[in-house]
């Protein structure tokens, strides 16, 4: 038998992220497209999971659904699961004593955002309690810690003592991410106006998005806003400049919605630099459209030259120019940069390093 990596897919049936949810999904696809040859791709799941990805060639289910399952493998505790190459697109994976050397079997996982250590008041304590503890067992047991950009990886080295464990391996937008054929439709269901921002960022950091909005004459559109959080926002917006009648708050949406969103827009302007994977950037990117980030370590090195990477001061005159005579230009920048990242690549990473390993 050749050789066989086994990706974990935990939120099949209970999605507790949808970004890494769906990143799963199509990396496990990519996983498929890119074995080489005499490998295979097997997925582990939780109880009552189905799997609907093509050329999987097996599947375990567990006996625990992803609650359970994620309790017990916060205390080490894997029944079932077995060995051999287990790759985790997240920092759900079973993290116990293994032997890479006489057995094969290997674990790595994936760690999107440092939210648990950067901003753990934003984040329910059971949430940050789990995801420190999975860090700990990962620094004991992974073999590998995947982060998706270097100044990520500096970051997550000053936290844990992972040595030379940290891979850099980047996301991407989600397969097939386009505008769909009824975007203005959607545009008018969610009640947006015909001139707008999108803004990426919390109520911490949207300030200087809310004024550039103010400086150009545009409404704001706030994308995946916290259930609650429109009071706050809709204040940060009018002290900076924006009357609340022109600030759009939104929380989640569905994917064709949020291209929808993206292709109206004059710009997007991304706000948070703080230390996770900036999804919502980079399907911005995906779909041309002209992108404005405050300056950090993650923007510099994912948006890099395809968008106007600038200081928080700077954002008005950043956008004026984006969603006015560098429009055309900064469209064409960003969709040449999205071209860096692909879950087919990523894929061919992963294979990568477990051979590596």
Same mark, same amino acid.
Request: net charge negative; glycine share 8%.
């Given at each position: ?8 897919? %935990? ?8 970004? +890494? ?40 289910? =567990? ?10 493998? +916060?205390?080490? /505790? ?26 094969? %079997? ?31 067992? !990962? ?11 270097? $100044? ?16 850099? /391996? ?30 990426? *960022? ?7 998005? @809310? ?17 609650? #959080? ?7 917006? !009018? ?22 969103? @993206? #292709? ?5 302007? #991304?706000?948070? *630099? ?12 995906? =779909? ?36 006015? $005579? ?15 990242? $692909?879950?087919? $690549? ?12």
């Amino acid at each position: 038998m050749g050789v066989r990596l086994r990706i974990v897919l %935990d939120q099949l049936a209970q999605v507790a992220d949808a970004d +890494q949810a769906s990143a799963a999904l199509d990396l496990a696809a990519g996983l498929v497209a890119t074995a080489p040859t005499g490998c295979g791709v097997e997925a582990i799941v939780p109880a009552g999971s189905s799997v609907d990805v093509a050329g999987i060639a097996d599947v375990r289910t =567990l006996s625990l659904a992803r609650r359970e399952l994620a309790a017990s493998w +916060q205390l080490g /505790i894997a029944p079932g699961v077995g060995g051999g190459l287990i790759h985790s697109a997240t920092l759900m994976a079973p993290l116990v004593r293994h032997d890479r050397l006489h057995d094969n %079997d290997q674990t790595t996982v994936t760690l999107w955002d440092l939210r648990a250590w950067e901003t753990a008041d934003a984040l329910p304590k059971s949430a940050v309690a789990w995801q420190r503890a999975m860090l700990r067992r !990962a620094v004991k047991h992974a073999d590998a810690i995947v982060v998706p950009t270097h $100044s990520f990886a500096s970051r997550l080295a000053d936290i844990a003592k992972v040595g030379e464990r940290i891979r850099v /391996i980047p996301g991407a937008a989600p397969h097939g991410f386009a505008v769909p054929i009824d975007a203005a439709e959607r545009r008018a269901a969610l009640s947006l106006p015909a001139r707008y921002l999108v803004l990426l *960022g919390d109520a911490s950091t949207l300030e200087p998005g @809310f004024r550039a909005a103010a400086a150009v004459d545009a409404d704001a559109v706030v994308l995946d806003a916290p259930e609650g #959080a429109e009071p706050r926002l809709a204040e940060t917006a !009018a002290a900076a400049g924006l009357p609340e009648a022109r600030a759009h708050i939104r929380t989640a949406l569905s994917r064709a919605d949020r291209a929808a969103v @993206f #292709a109206g827009a004059a710009a997007v302007v #991304a706000t948070d *630099g703080r230390t996770s994977w900036p999804w919502r950037a980079v399907e911005a990117m995906t =779909l041309g459209v002209p992108v404005v980030a405050v300056d950090s370590g993650v923007h510099r090195d994912v948006i890099a030259d395809g968008g106007a990477v600038v200081a928080a001061d700077d954002v008005p005159d950043a956008v004026e120019d984006a969603a006015g $005579s560098g429009a055309r230009r900064l469209s064409v920048l960003a969709a040449d940069r999205s071209r860096a990242f $692909s879950w087919m $690549s990523a894929a061919e990473r992963v294979w990568g390093l477990h051979a590596d390993l």
